[in-house]
Each structure stands twice: as structure tokens, then as C-alpha cells.
């Protein structure tokens, strides 16, 4: 039973520029001091969130996905951020999870955020992913997906759960920063999982202010971390599967958890 070490990186994030992002989020990383087993990264942290791709979205050999590749052997560590990506003539906001030998597995965001015109050319995904590292099951989302629990749910039977640890990675704005912190923490306490929320701080090309406020919980709700807001960071935090584990045996809720199926 292994403990997971993560770090996390709030930034801000320069408009469409994907030199000048990767650049910065190089630095971070580089800066980062202990040996962990995942850098996780905002939604679109090489562009800021663009859903007028045509400029901006990249192949599947783009500069963008083989950068992650590289930091990822150069780190010896998962990196896990989002990407527009165009391929067979569709855009996606497609989460990309990078292995250190230069594997990697994708989620394309399901819920497109209508609102903000995403759904207009952006196509969402349809299948969820969990990835196992050092013995943990991990489901990561992309930002609006924390709006919709059922698709987040946590299963358990014959004494096993679906997942240990949920991640959203986000471009949230700071008008809505209490239901991004309420929601996570929500997240954690319903599914038995620790959570963790990465957000981008600045301003946007369109002028939309980002607070940052990212986060870990653990499965009762309680934050691990605390930052101001509207600061960039990199904080490293080691997760206990121990404490995970006996929590669940003593708060057995996940027998009463209710069974349903998503249709695609």
C-alpha cells in the first residue's frame, strides 16, 4: 500500500500563445524539488480556454503533446493536463495522461460548456477513463464535468471501488469560485475519494478574471492545502492510501450506494 506524491501547478496562463505557456509550465516543473509520481496541470494550460479553435488546436504530433511526453521522461513522473486537439476533422478538449516511458492514455471532455459556446465546435467524449498508478485507480475529468455527479459516481462491490482519487483540471472563472470549492468538496465526500481541483489564475483573451483556488481533499471533505487566491503555485503533497483505506472500512457507505448505468 503505496502513498501517491503529487504536485499540482496553478498558473497564470498567456492567450493563445502555446511557446510562452509551455516555457512557463517548464519552469515549474523544473523547480519542483522532490521526487513525485504526478504533475497535474489546468484545462488548456497551453492556450488558455479557446473555443475558437482553428488556430490554436493541434494533431496528435503537435509541439504540445510531445512537450508533455518529454517532461514526463525527464520527471520520471505522470503528467496530466488538457489540450484542443483536431483530429478526423472534429476538435477536442481531450485530457491527456503521459507516462514517463512515453505512453500515454486520453479522455476527451465530456460535458462541453454550452454556455461559453464550446458545444459549438467542440465534439465531447463519451467514454470515461480510470489509469492505475503505484496501485491507485484514478478517474481525472475536465472542469464542467464537476457539475455532474452521476457521471463522476464511484462504484463499489465485492469490497472494491471504481476509483481512490478523482481529478478536475479547469479554467474556472472567479465569478463562480464558491460552487468550484463547494463542488469539490462534494465530490470527495460522496464518492470515499480524495479530490483534486487545478485551476488557472489571470485573465483571459475575452477578459474573464480566473481565481485559481485549486484544491486536494480527502474522502471526509477536508482541504490539504491552503493558498491565497489569485497566486501562482506549485505545492507537492503526498496522499495516504493507508488513511483512505481505513476510513472506508470504518464508514462503510459505499454498501448503500445506489446502482445505475450512463447511457452513451
Not at 519552469?27 to 519542483?32: H, N, R, S, W
Not at 513525485?36 to 479553435?53: A, Q
Not at 496501485?135 to 476509483?163: E, H, T
Not at 506549485?234 to 459505499?254: N, W
Amino acid at each position: 500500500m503505496q502513498d501517491l506524491n503529487i504536485s499540482i501547478i496553478q498558473s497564470d496562463i498567456v492567450w493563445k500563445d502555446v511557446d510562452a505557456n509551455l516555457a512557463s509550465f517548464s519552469y515549474d516543473i523544473d523547480q519542483i524539488e522532490e521526487e513525485v509520481d504526478l504533475i497535474v496541470l489546468p484545462e488548456m494550460f497551453n492556450t488558455g480556454f479557446v473555443v475558437d479553435p482553428e488556430d490554436v488546436a493541434e494533431k496528435m504530433n503537435g509541439k504540445s503533446l510531445l512537450w508533455m511526453i518529454e517532461q514526463a521522461r525527464n520527471s520520471q513522473a505522470v503528467i496530466c493536463g488538457s489540450l484542443i486537439i483536431h483530429e478526423k476533422n472534429k476538435y477536442y478538449n481531450r485530457l491527456f495522461w503521459v507516462n514517463p516511458d512515453g505512453s500515454f492514455k486520453q479522455y476527451d471532455k465530456r460535458h462541453l460548456f454550452s454556455l461559453g459556446g464550446e458545444h459549438q465546435k467542440f465534439t465531447g467524449g463519451t467514454e470515461s477513463m480510470i489509469v492505475e498508478l503505484k496501485g491507485w485507480k484514478i478517474k481525472p475529468l475536465v472542469c464542467y464535468d464537476l457539475r455532474f455527479p452521476v457521471w463522476a459516481k464511484n462504484n463499489y462491490s465485492n469490497g472494491k471501488y471504481d476509483f481512490d482519487l478523482l481529478i478536475y483540471i479547469a479554467n474556472w472563472p472567479a465569478s463562480r469560485r464558491d460552487p468550484w470549492m463547494s463542488l469539490l468538496k462534494a465530490r470527495a465526500i460522496e464518492n470515499q475519494a480524495y479530490v483534486i481541483g487545478v485551476n488557472r489564475i489571470g485573465e483571459d483573451g475575452n477578459g474573464l478574471a480566473h481565481s485559481g483556488d485549486s484544491n486536494i481533499y480527502d474522502a471526509k471533505g477536508k482541504k490539504l492545502i491552503k493558498h491565497p487566491i489569485n497566486t501562482e503555485y506549485t505545492e507537492t503533497l503526498s496522499l495516504s492510501k493507508k488513511t483512505l483505506k481505513d476510513f472506508r472500512e470504518k464508514f462503510t457507505v459505499g454498501l448503500d450506494w445506489d446502482r445505475f448505468s450512463i447511457e452513451k
